[in-house]
């Protein structure tokens, strides 16, 4: 079973408004971490946010946030201000448990930004 | 900030060369990197987690035989895809983590694209 769902392949946006890309997750482990990551068309992978299961507050980081909703197992990105060089892939992920476990990913979502 | 360095960037070769890719970490010691594999348009898919001064951990379906990995030391992992076919094309890229704590992000490399004539 997938532990991480990205349902939009695509999204476009319009310079300067915001934009949330949605990941949901599946896990019976009650400490897990989840992660965002961009990554743009040269490779790289750039760490964005994190928020961990016992979080009680979103994560925010600059223009990014995270819309966490545990109990529906959603952890959505939100951008605000969206400039052109947000276009990129972006990647959720989770590590579950508190050990050195890898990080697994969703599929991804091709953010576009339109000028 | 932490950083991890993956050499070479590129690599094109001919069908049966073996391939070496290097991926260390700069300012930090790593007792475990992973290693993931990224087709075109897809996702990070995690092939194998290197464990220093141990034999790695290769998830379903990836061939230890084919992926050598050696993590000889705590800064220095090493993927090497014997024997390369076309198939074996595709974007690897290595991932470490500086600490164990839940909240640290895993630090990736610039990745390495291997492309197999």
């Known amino acids: 079973a997938q532990k991480i769902t990205q349902t939009q392949p695509g999204m476009f946006v319009q310079e300067k408004e915001a934009v949330t890309l949605d990941c949901t997750y599946d896990t019976s482990d009650p400490s897990y971490g989840l992660f965002w990551y961009k990554q743009p068309s040269s490779g790289e992978m750039i760490f964005l946010i994190y928020q961990g299961s016992y979080d009680q507050q979103n994560a925010t980081e600059g223009r990014y946030s995270l819309n966490f909703q545990k109990a529906r197992k959603s952890a959505n990105l939100v951008i605000s201000a969206s400039q052109l060089g947000d276009s990129a892939m972006y990647f959720c992920a989770m590590r579950e448990g508190t050990g050195n476990t890898p990080l697994v990913f969703g599929k991804g979502t091709r953010l576009s930004v339109i000028a | 900030g932490a950083v991890v360095s993956q050499h070479p960037s590129r690599v094109i070769c001919k069908s049966g060369t073996s391939v070496k890719i290097e991926c260390r970490s700069l300012d930090f010691q790593a007792t475990t990197m992973f290693w993931y594999r990224q087709f075109p348009k897809q996702s990070l898919m995690l092939m194998a987690t290197?464990?220093?001064?141990?034999?790695?951990?290769?998830e379903q379906g990836v061939e230890k035989d084919k992926f050598l990995i050696n993590h000889a030391s705590l800064t220095l992992s090493t993927l090497t895809v014997t024997s390369a076919h076309p198939e074996d094309s595709s974007f690897y890229i290595c991932s470490a983590r500086e600490w164990t704590g839940s909240n640290q992000p895993q630090h990736f490399g610039d990745g390495t694209r291997l492309s197999i004539l």
């Open positions: 290197s464990n220093e001064g141990s034999k790695a951990t290769y």
